[in-house]
T-cell receptor, first 113, second 113 residues
Framework: ETGVTQTPRHLVMGMTNKKSLKCEQHLGHNAMYWYKQSAKKPLELMFVYNFKEQTENNSVPSRFSPECPNSSHLFLHLHTLQPEDSALYLC????????????FGPGTRLTVL | AQSVAQPEDQVNVAEGNPLTVKCTYS??????LFWYVQYPNRGLQFLLK??????LVKGSYGFEAEFNKSQTSFHLKKPSALVSDSALYFCAVRELGNTPLVFGKGTRLSVIA
């Protein structure tokens, strides 16, 4: 698990706050991902970055804004969230390729009040 | 589009007994199949994958999975369950090319001493 780290591990925020989630990978990968995991639902892919370029945006609301300054770091900026955005947010990384394994961080448990 | 089904929300097994967690998939081409495990308050941990070759794939912690093309299945198995195997298990599938990794909704395995 130390290959992909996420901070903070827990976050409580109000609907008017602005916060950021951080992900860092130490595996030399060139692709990074944000997923949302809600109770009783499959993992939802939110964003994909390959070589720092965003290649996937699965109709995610604009209150979620990703940033990938380099191939090792990925951020998710949050603003004016809704209570239904409360979930576990998982970051993953991989070499880019259909057969390559994605490795996940421990996640950030987000609660929106 | 590819999809994955995990037909059981919950599987209960006695310690020492064999366990099976079921997964079926749907793709238009050749599938690349993955199993992940998630322990409480942790991210997803890679167990094993099938890309090509031998239909029986061996992975971490004594787990294995069998690829069955005619039944479009990739069931996860272990000959003798441990209490520490209790966790949430996810099957995932991807196709060749720039396609996302699609996850099932997960199966909760409970191993009872």
């Amino acid at each position: 698990e130390t290959g992909v780290t996420q901070t903070p591990r827990h976050l409580v925020m109000g609907m008017t706050n602005k916060k950021s989630l951080k992900c860092e990978q130490h595996l030399g990968h060139n692709a990074m991902y944000w997923y949302k995991q809600s109770a009783k639902k499959p993992l939802e892919l939110m964003f994909v970055y390959n070589f720092k370029e965003q290649t996937e945006n699965n109709s995610v609301p604009s209150r979620f804004s990703p940033e990938c300054p380099n191939s090792s770091h990925l951020f998710l900026h949050l603003h004016t969230l809704q209570p239904e955005d409360s979930a576990l947010y998982l970051c993953a990384s991989s070499q880019e390729g259909s057969t390559d394994t994605q490795y996940f961080g421990p996640g950030t448990r987000l609660t929106v009040l | 589009a590819q999809s994955v089904a995990q037909p059981e929300d919950q599987v209960n097994v006695a310690e020492g007994n064999p366990l099976t967690v079921k997964c079926t998939y749907s793709v238009s081409g050749n599938p690349y199949l993955f199993w992940y495990v998630q322990y409480p308050n942790r991210g997803l941990q890679f167990l094993l994958k099938y890309i090509t070759g031998d239909n029986l794939v061996k992975g971490s912690y004594g787990f294995e999975a069998e690829f069955n093309k005619s039944q479009t299945s990739f069931h996860l198995k272990k000959p003798s369950a441990l209490v520490s195997d209790s966790a949430l298990y996810f099957c995932a599938v991807r196709e060749l090319g720039n396609t996302p990794l699609v996850f099932g909704k997960g199966t909760r395995l409970s191993v009872i001493a």
